[in-house]
Structures are given as C-alpha cells and as structure tokens.
Nanobody, 126 residues
C-alpha cells in the first residue's frame, strides 16, 4: 500500500527558507499528478502548488508565486516544495497529495486527489 510521508517542516524566521519533501513508500507515484496543500488553524485546506505526472505542467497559487517552487524526482519517488522568502502568513500544516493515473495536467482541487500524507508543520515567526 502506497503511503506519502512529508518531511522538512519546522520553525523559521520571516524571510527564511525551507524545503519540504514528500516521499512515497510501498509503491510509486510515477503515474500520479502531485500537489502540495496547506491548512492554517480555522481555515480550509488550500492548494499551494501542483505538478503533472511528467513534471511538465506546474501550478502555483498567487499567494506563493515567485516564492515557492514545486518539483519532482521520479527516480527517487519524491516531490519537493522549495519555499523561499517565507512570511508569517505561510504558517500552516503542509500536506502532499497524489492523484493516481492522472492525465497530463495538474490538479488544484482537494477532491481531485486520492492519497494524502500526514502533514508537516511549518511555522514562520515575524
């Protein structure tokens, strides 16, 4: 059974950087589009960035555009979220998700995804 495991979260000062990783265990997500979402206390889960199964199509939410970059290393079965110029409003639990047997597109709705990781906390202090 495939599981997604996020890592790389932590506490960082505003303006700093973090790199989140999402690794698949028990299988591969080579045929899956992937996404990073986040959820702050009292708010709904929202898309941060998404990538198509071959990595050719990318999406970034307006709130993170120019600061966050999603990428994937299919050989290592891992998806990354590089987060630069972090702001206090980026504080949230970050989740990666997989959409199995996807087409060539990325997906930005939570209902599109089949499998979720457990989340990793990112806290940005001012």
């Amino acid at each position: 059974q495939v599981q997604l495991v996020e890592s790389g979260g932590g506490l960082v000062q505003a303006g700093g950087s973090l790199r989140l990783s999402c690794a698949a265990s028990g299988g591969t997500f080579g045929y899956s589009a992937m996404g990073w979402f986040r959820q702050a206390p009292g708010k709904e889960r929202e898309i941060v960035a998404a990538i198509s199964k071959r990595g050719g199509n990318l999406y970034s939410a307006d709130s993170v555009k120019g600061r966050f970059t999603i990428s994937r290393d299919s050989g290592k079965n891992t998806v990354f979220l590089q987060m630069n110029s972090l702001k206090p409003e980026d504080t949230a639990v970050y989740y990666c998700a997989a959409k199995f047997w996807s087409g060539s597109n990325y997906y930005i709705q939570t209902v599109d995804y089949d499998l979720w990781g457990q989340g990793t906390q990112v806290t940005v202090s001012s």
